[in-house]
């Protein structure tokens, strides 16, 4: 039976101005397993929910991520790790 993948969303998105008037944020993350145990090595993707853009990174040993360099808007947030159930976030601006 495949656990629930808690996610503690430590969803910050940080906006900062850079030349040419680009606006650039970023999405960071610790996940979780029941116990809260980190899950290791779990994929991220984030998806500009305007542009279809797809980013992508995986989680550290510590459970953290990090998606830089994101172009402003909104976005849906999954998470993807062996024996565990997918998580979808919707809705991140």
Known sequence: MSRILSVVAILAVF????SAQTVLGSITGRVLDPSEAAV???TV???NTGTRLEFHTSTTAAGNYVLQQL???DYELTVE???FRKYVRRNIT
């Open 81 to 83: 790790a062996a024996g």
């Open 45 to 47: 993707k984030a998806t």
């Open 71 to 73: 172009p402003v808007g």
């Open 15 to 18: 906006v900062l101005p850079a």
């Open 40 to 42: 290791t090595a779990a």
